[in-house]
C-alpha cells in the first residue's frame, strides 16, 4: 500500500511539474466564453493508462499579472462633501488612498443612481444601455426601457470568462422591477450579469438598521442584533469572500464591487459617528460653501480662480432661517457627515485586508465618491421620514424637532435639507438630477495601484466620464473587449481609457465629447466647452415644466471657468448654436430622443409601456411562505376599497402573530393577533397609527378572519371605514383618516404569517412576531379606483419623486 500511495504521490508531482502556467496558455480572449480545449491524445491510444501520456488540464486563468480589481461607488454625496476635495465630510480611508495614488478632479457621473452604475459597468453611455432613468420608470423606448441589451456585457462578465472571481456588495439598482421576484428571471439580476456572488439590495435605497437582503436570489433576514448596520454586514461579507477566495486560489485575482447604500436616504447613522460632528455645522451652509472652496483652492483640487457657482433660486440663505430651522438643518446635516465617515471606515477595513492578505499592492482601487451630485430629494426643511416626501406630505420643522434625537436611528428616516446638498456640490450649482450642470455629475475619485502607479499623491486634470470606467479596467488587466459574448455580436465601448494618464499628469484629455441628460435636463461637453439647459427642479416635482424648445440654454468656457459660474451664451452666441447641434447629433447616435420629462405618469406602466406583475389583477390568494414581497409584486391596495379575507386554524392554546403584513414602522398595514384577539393596524407614515380590535378572542378551530376598508373617495390618499369579521360577524369597526397614496416603501415587504424588516404595529417586535396557528390562504381582493381617481393616479403631479434611487 506504501508503495502504491508513493507511486500515485509521484505521478501527482509530475503532473504538477508538467502543468503549462497559465500565462503561458495562446487564447483568443475576444469570443467569450472562450470554448474549452478539446484534447487528442497524440497517435494510437494505449489500452492500458499507465502507458498513457496526456495533456495537462489547463486552468483559465487571465494575463500574467493582471491585478485584482476592486470598485468602490458611494451613493449621493457631492463633489464638495468629502475630505479629500475639500469637504467637511472626514474620510480617512478615501485621503489614504489619495495620498498614495490619484485625485481625479473632473469625473463625471451621469446624475442619477441607475444610470450611472449601468453605465460604469457596461462602458456605455446609459442610454445605449437601456437606463434613461430608473428601471421603476421604464418605458418601451429603448434608450429607457431598464433593459440591458444583451450586446453590452458588464465588465464582471468578461472579467468571469476570463478567469476571475467577482462579486458585488450592496446596492445594485438595474434589474427591471417586473423581473424582482421569486418568479424571475434571473439573468438580469446581479448573478445574471457576471457576479458569481451577490449580498445586497435591488431596490434604490434600504433601511440600514434593517435592509431587505438578497444573498444570489434568495432573500435573507440579518441578524436581529442590537446596533446591526447594513454598512458593517456588507463590508464584513466582502473581507471574508475575498479572504476565502484568495486562500482557495491564491494565483486567480478577484473583482469586487463595493457598492454602499450610503449615502443615499435614509442616513441611517450609529449615534457615537453622528456624535462626532455635533455643532460642526452650526455656522450654516454660505459659510461651509466659502470655507469648502478654500480648502479646495488649498489642496489644489480646483483652479485658484475657481468662484461659488451661483445659488439656486428659491432655496433660503442660512441667515433666512429660523433658529428651529437652523436647529434641524445642523442635525441632519451632522448626521449625513457621521454616516459619511462610519461608511468610509467601513470601507478602511476593506481596503485593510487587502494589505493583510499581502494582495494590496497589485490591487487596482478605483473609489468613486459619490454615483451622482448630492441629493436634493429631502425637500427644502429635510425629512425624519423620507416616505412621506414619497406620499406628497411634506414634513415640517416641528415635527422634526420634537424628534431631534431620533435622527440617524432605527426610529427615523431621514434626508438632508436642499441647502445642505447645494453646499455639499461645492463649488457647483445644482444637485442630484439635474443632469445639465456639474452639481449633478462631477463627483470626486480616487484611483490606486501600488504595482503600477507610481505617482503616489498626483493630482489629474484630464476630463472623464463614468463610462470611462470599464475601458480603464480592461486594459489594466491587458483584456481585451469581447467581440462576442455567448453568441452575440458586443457593440463597441463607448468609454475611454484612463491608463494613460497614470504615469502622464499633463497627458491631453482623451475623453473630448459627452452628452448629459436626465429628466429633461441636458447638456454637451466638448473639448472645455459646457453648453448646458437645466429644464426641471427636483425639489419642485409639482411645478409646471416647460416645453423643450422653450428651455433657456446656458455656455460655459469650462477652460477658464472651473465651476460654471460665467455664463457667456450672449458673448458666444455661434459658438452655443454650435454644441446644441452637437447635442442633438450625440442624442440621435445614444437613443436619448425622444426626451421624456413625464415623472408620475411613469410610475403607472400602462402609459409608460413596461410590464407589470399585477397589472390588470384584482384578487390575489397567497399562501404560508411566501414572504419578502416588494411592493411591485403586490396587489395594489391604495386609493380603494379593498377586502383581506384570512383562512387559518387556531390552536387550543390560541394563537399570535402575523397573518399578513406590508409596508414597515414608516408606512404600511398589518392584520395580526395579539392576546388572542383579531386586530387590524394602518400606519400611515409613522405619524398615525389606526388599530381596529376584536373585543373577543378567536375560537379554536379553523376561522375566517377579514378586513374591510371602504374608501372614501374623493381623490387620491383619503380615508375611509375599516371592517374586521370573524367568520362573517363584525367583530370591530373603526376609521382610518388619512392613507398612502403612493407608496409604503421602497424597501420593506409585503410577508404572510410574519412581519420581515421592520415592524408594521407596535403591538409585535422586529423579527419575533410569526403566527403560532396555521395559514391556509390569504386573499386580497381590490375594486377598480373610480375613473376620477384613476386619472388623478396616472397625471397627478405629486409626487413619488425619483429620491428612490
Known amino acids: 500500500m506504501r508503495k502504491l500511495f508513493l507511486a500515485l504521490a509521484a505521478a501527482f508531482l509530475l503532473i504538477g511539474a508538467r502543468t503549462v502556467p497559465a500565462h503561458a496558455q495562446q487564447i483568443d480572449r475576444t469570443q467569450l466564453p472562450i470554448p474549452d480545449t478539446q484534447y487528442k491524445y497524440p497517435g ?6 499507465r502507458d498513457a501520456k496526456f495533456p495537462p488540464i489547463k486552468e483559465l486563468r487571465p494575463p500574467q499579472g493582471a491585478p485584482n480589481v476592486v470598485v468602490i461607488l458611494l451613493d449621493d454625496i457631492g463633489f464638495g462633501a468629502p475630505s479629500t ?10 485621503d489614504s488612498l489619495a495620498k498614495q495614488g490619484l485625485r481625479y478632479t473632473q469625473f463625471h457621473t451621469a446624475a442619477l443612481c441607475s444610470p450611472t452604475r449601468q453605465a460604469l459597468l457596461t462602458g456605455h453611455n446609459h442610454h445605449s444601455v437601456g437606463m434613461g432613468s430608473i428601471t421603476e420608470l421604464a418605458t418601451s423606448a429603448p434608450g429607457n426601457n431598464g433593459i440591458r441589451p444583451n450586446q453590452a456585457a458588464t465588465i464582471a462578465e468578461i472579467l468571469k470568462l476570463n478567469g476571475y472571481s467577482t462579486a458585488a456588495f450592496g446596492k445594485m439598482h438595474q434589474t427591471p422591477v417586473w423581473e424582482i421576484s421569486v418568479s424571475g428571471p434571473f439573468t438580469r439580476w446581479p448573478i445574471g450579469d457576471g457576479f458569481e456572488k451577490f449580498y445586497g439590495f435591488l431596490g434604490g ?21 442590537p446596533g446591526y448596520n447594513f454598512m458593517t454586514d456588507m463590508a464584513d461579507q466582502a473581507i471574508a469572500w475575498m479572504r476565502f477566495q484568495h486562500t482557495m486560489t491564491p494565483d486567480k485575482p478577484f473583482f469586487v464591487y463595493f457598492a454602499p447604500g450610503a449615502l443615499h436616504a435614509p442616513h441611517h447613522t450609529p449615534k457615537e459617528w453622528r456624535d462626532k460632528y455635533a455643532g460642526k455645522f452650526d455656522e450654516g451652509w454660505d459659510k461651509y460653501r466659502e470655507e469648502t472652496l478654500a480648502r479646495q483652492k488649498q489642496l489644489g483640487v480646483v483652479p485658484d480662480s475657481t468662484q461659488l457657482a451661483p445659488w439656486a433660486p428659491g432655496v433660503k440663505h442660512w441667515n433666512e432661517l429660523s433658529a428651529d430651522e437652523k436647529k434641524v438643518a445642523e442635525r441632519l446635516m451632522e448626521n449625513y457627515a457621521g454616516f459619511g465617515e462610519y461608511t468610509d471606515h467601513e470601507i478602511g477595513r476593506l481596503l485593510d485586508s487587502l494589505k493583510d492578505l499581502g494582495i494590496y499592492d497589485n490591487t487596482l482601487v478605483i473609489y468613486i465618491a459619490g454615483d451622482n451630485g448630492m441629493s436634493a430629494e429631502g425637500g427644502l426643511d429635510g425629512t425624519l421620514n423620507e416616505m412621506a416626501l414619497f406620499n406628497g406630505v411634506p414634513d415640517t420643522t416641528q415635527n422634526i424637532l420634537a424628534h431631534l434625537d431620533d435622527i440617524g436611528g432605527p426610529n427615523s428616516f431621514p434626508h438632508i435639507p436642499v441647502g445642505w446638498a447645494l453646499a455639499g456640490d461645492t463649488p457647483f450649482q445644482w444637485t442630484k438630477q439635474v443632469a445639465s450642470h456639474y452639481g449633478g455629475t462631477r463627483n470626486g475619485m480616487v484611483i490606486s495601484w501600488p504595482a503600477a502607479i507610481k505617482d503616489g499623491g498626483g493630482i489629474r486634470t484630464q476630463w472623464h466620464h463614468v463610462i470611462d470606467v470599464t475601458p480603464t479596467i480592461l486594459e489594466a488587466v491587458k483584456l481585451p473587449q469581447p467581440k462576442t459574448v455567448d453568441g452575440v455580436k458586443q457593440k463597441p465601448i463607448e468609454g475611454v481609457s484612463m491608463v494613460y494618464t497614470f504615469g502622464d499628469a499633463k497627458a491631453p484629455t482623451r475623453h473630448r465629447t459627452q452628452y448629459f441628460e436626465m429628466f429633461g435636463n441636458r447638456g454637451i461637453y466638448h473639448d472645455g466647452w459646457t453648453a448646458v439647459t437645466r429644464h426641471s427642479i427636483p425639489w419642485e416635482p409639482t411645478g409646471p415644466l416647460p416645453k423643450f424648445s422653450e428651455d433657456k440654454w446656458e455656455l460655459y468656457n469650462t477652460n477658464e471657468d472651473f465651476s460654471q459660474a460665467q455664463d457667456v451664451a450672449a458673448k458666444y452666441p455661434d459658438k452655443l448654436k454650435e454644441l446644441q447641434r452637437l447635442f442633438l447629433d450625440e442624442a440621435e447616435k445614444y437613443n436619448v430622443l425622444p426626451l421624456d420629462d413625464r415623472r408620475v405618469e411613469r410610475f403607472v406602466p400602462t402609459i409608460a409601456g413596461r410590464p407589470s406583475l399585477m397589472w390588470g389583477r384584482t384578487s390575489m390568494t397567497l ?23 384570512a383562512d387559518i386554524e387556531i390552536p387550543q392554546e390560541s394563537a399570535q402573530g402575523v397573518i399578513i403584513a406590508q409596508g414597515g414602522r414608516f408606512g404600511g398595514w398589518s ?3 395579539k392576546d388572542g384577539k383579531l386586530k387590524y393596524c394602518y400606519n400611515w407614515l409613522n405619524r398615525e397609527r389606526y388599530t381596529l380590535e376584536s373585543k373577543d378572542a378567536l375560537p379554536a378551530g379553523k376561522v375566517t378572519a377579514k378586513f374591510e376598508f371602504n374608501y372614501d373617495g374623493g381623490g387620491i390618499g383619503k380615508g375611509g371605514t375599516g371592517q374586521l369579521f370573524v367568520n362573517g360577524q363584525k367583530v370591530a369597526e373603526g376609521r382610518i383618516e388619512h392613507t398612502q397614496a403612493f407608496i409604503f416603501s421602497a424597501d420593506e415587504t409585503e410577508d404572510v404569517g410574519e412581519d420581515l424588516g421592520t415592524p408594521v ?14 395559514i391556509d390562504k390569504v386573499t ?10 384613476q386619472k388623478e393616479e396616472e397625471s397627478q403631479d405629486a409626487v413619488i419623486d425619483e429620491g428612490i434611487n
Open 761 to 774: 404595529s407596535e403591538d409585535y417586535k422586529e423579527g419575533d412576531n410569526k403566527f403560532t396557528g396555521t
Open 780 to 789: 386580497i381582493a381590490v375594486t377598480p379606483p373610480p375613473p376620477a381617481i
Open 44 to 49: 494510437k491510444v494505449p489500452l492500458d493508462a
Open 205 to 225: 435605497e434600504t433601511n440600514q438598521w434593517a435592509p431587505m437582503i438578497f444573498d444570489g436570489v434568495t432573500h435573507v433576514e440579518p441578524p436581529h442584533t
Open 623 to 645: 399562501y404560508p411562505g411566501m414572504t419578502a414581497m416588494l411592493e411591485n409584486a403586490a396587489l395594489d391596495i391604495k386609493n380603494r376599497s379593498h377586502t383581506v379575507t
Open 671 to 673: 392584520l395580526y393577533l
Open 85 to 94: 476635495f475639500g469637504g467637511g465630510v472626514n474620510m480617512p480611508a478615501l
